[in-house]
Nanobody
Framework: VQLQASGGGLVQAGGSLRLSCAAS????????MGWFRQAPGKEREFVAA????????YYADSAKARFTISRDNAKNTENLQMNSLKPEDTADYFC????????????????WGQGTQVTVSS
């Protein structure tokens, strides 16, 4: 599976962005898809995940009530709708794919896309 993230940009605090991740490969529907982010000088952290078997979603506390993860298996894409953005959301955002269900550990993600940069100005 190859992943290509897009949709990042510069937005003012309170604004919205929609990130997309396009996947190649016929088995996209059998992978849990996740989003991670990494701010300068910080560890890459979990943002959200959506399971492949029943579309159950999981969010980091920082993302709950503001971000929505979704997937379209017919189009081999996953999306992250980000609303009410804050300056602390500024980071490179990465999509990733894992066979594990639930909230896979970072090291369980087998495939990673390149980052897409999100900058939120105050």
């Amino acid at each position: 599976v190859q992943l290509q993230a897009s949709g990042g940009g510069l937005v003012q605090a309170g604004g919205s962005l929609r990130l997309s991740c396009a996947a190649s490969g016929r088995t996209f529907s059998r992978y849990t898809m996740g989003w991670f982010r990494q701010a300068p000088g910080k560890e890459r952290e979990f943002v959200a995940a959506i399971n492949w078997n029943d579309d159950t979603t999981y969010y980091a506390d920082s993302a709950k009530a503001r971000f929505t993860i979704s997937r379209d298996n017919a189009k081999n894409t996953e999306n992250l709708q980000m609303n009410s953005l804050k300056p602390e959301d500024t980071a490179d955002y990465f999509c990733a794919a894992a066979r594990a269900l639930g909230i896979p550990r970072k090291d369980e993600y087998q495939y990673w896309g390149q980052g897409t940069q999100v900058t939120v100005s105050s």
